[in-house]
């Protein structure tokens, strides 16, 4: 019997996150949480892809446009939207793309520190993007309550 190492576990319960919470947004958020939802779909889509091509400069520079894209959007939401979980979601992809740079500039292969700062920006992603999309709830049915009672 094989048993799964820490590594995968950790891997299979962030695509669990990933997939449950973006799959919440895209169903129950507003248009920015499904935009959201939408980016982070699409940017862990194409870092599992970047994950395929063999270690080196060409899988960090992929990592490093793949999360340059994620803040982009989210900048792009956060200035037609306004909503306050995108801040904080920028603030971590900020995190994201400055540890991604900063292991390319010098060079370091990536460590568990990598793998820490890179899983713990992921769940502060996601968290924000759960935030939002339970905001979002709970003022589309505050609004349908105030419909139906008036």
Known sequence: ????????IVWILLWILVIGICGFA?????????IGAALVLLVALAGAAVNLVPD??????????????????????????ASLWLG??????????????YYFVLQRPHDSLYSTV????????????????????RRASGRAATRDGA
Do not use: I, K
């Not at 446009?65 to 956060?78: E, I, Q, S």
């Open 118 to 137: 890179n899983n713990v920006n992921l769940l502060g992603v996601l968290t924000c993007l759960l935030v939002g999309t339970l905001a979002a709830r």
């Open 88 to 101: 904080a979601a920028m603030l971590f992809q900020a995190v994201q793309f400055s540890l991604h740079a």
């Open 56 to 81: 080196g400069p060409v899988r960090q520079v992929g990592h490093l446009a793949a999360d340059g894209v994620l803040a982009a959007g989210f900048l792009a939401v956060a200035v037609r939207f």
């Open 26 to 34: 895209l169903w129950r958020g507003g248009t920015p949480e499904r």
């Open 1 to 8: 019997m094989m048993l799964l190492s820490l590594f995968q």
